[in-house]
């Protein structure tokens, strides 16, 4: 159980696109989702914080019209990097908990996205 | 703001030796520790958690320990084996208003086992 599905496993787009990224909980619901960015070699950097039904809060330092963020039901969270710059090529990789708060995150397979 | 650091960044073990790794946290209102392996190119796996009313946690090979007083925590790996080489993560979280809450990760520590 707690299956987090991640599509596209990778994308390549040119400057100036935009990319949506889809993160599904197959077999829970999940109210919260959680959208980390990693770079190479480095740690899991929270974005920010989806909730259901809600707006999402993101962390200090993350442009909330860069990367939109949508949860619009219990088990779909989508991140969408607008105006893609090289700079935003990176591992995306969302995350969610089955039981709720302090109990383990179960990440997507991530996504890899590329900006030319 | 919240803040995990984790030590050391690389670690080099034989296999068979005993592997450490330390994290600590800034928040002292965290309350649920777990640790993840990620394996090259692939989604960080939970292998072992603990909470903070324990201070030590063991499943077979795996120990955590935690000290809320000083707010750390480690990860105890013994008879390492080349399959446990990969990148180990800590982190912290805690329960927040209005059902928020979120996780916090160290900076990773990367495990070489040596055969």
């Known amino acids: 159980g707690a299956v987090v599905s991640q599509h596209p496993s990778r994308v390549i787009c040119k400057s100036g696109t935009s990319v949506k990224i889809e993160c599904r909980s197959l077999?829970?619901?999940?109210?919260?989702m959680f959208w980390y960015r990693q770079f190479p070699k480095k740690s899991l950097m929270l974005m920010a914080t989806?909730?259901?039904?809600?707006?999402?809060?993101?962390e200090q330092g993350v442009e909330k019209d860069k990367f939109l963020i949508n949860h619009a039901s219990l088990t779909l969270s989508t991140l969408t990097v607008t105006s893609a710059h090289p700079e935003d090529s990176s591992f995306y990789i969302c995350?969610?908990?089955?039981?709720?708060?302090?109990?383990?995150?179960?990440f997507g397979n991530g996504t890899r996205l590329t900006v030319t | 703001g919240e803040n995990v650091e984790q030590h050391p960044s690389t670690l080099s073990v034989q296999e068979g030796d005993s592997a450490v790794i330390k994290c600590t946290y800034s928040?002292?209102?965290?309350?649920?520790f777990p640790w993840y392996k990620q394996e090259l190119g692939k989604r960080p796996q939970l292998i072992i958690d603990?909470?903070?009313?324990?201070g030590e946690k063991k499943d077979q090979r795996i120990a955590v320990t935690l000290n809320k007083t000083a707010k750390h925590f480690s990860l105890h790996i013994t008879e390492t084996q080349p399959e446990d080489s990969a990148v180990y993560f800590c982190?912290?979280?805690?329960?927040?208003?209005?059902?928020?809450?979120?996780?916090?990760f160290g900076t990773g520590t990367r495990l070489k086992v040596l055969a």
């Open positions: 995350s969610a908990t089955l039981l709720g708060e302090n109990s383990p995150l179960h």
């Open positions: 077999d829970f619901q999940a109210t919260t």
């Open positions: 989806s909730n259901e039904g809600s707006k999402a809060t993101y």
């Open positions: 928040d002292s209102a965290s309350n649920y």
């Open positions: 603990i909470r903070s009313n324990v």
């Open positions: 982190a912290a979280s805690r329960g927040g208003t209005s059902g928020t809450y979120k996780y916090i």
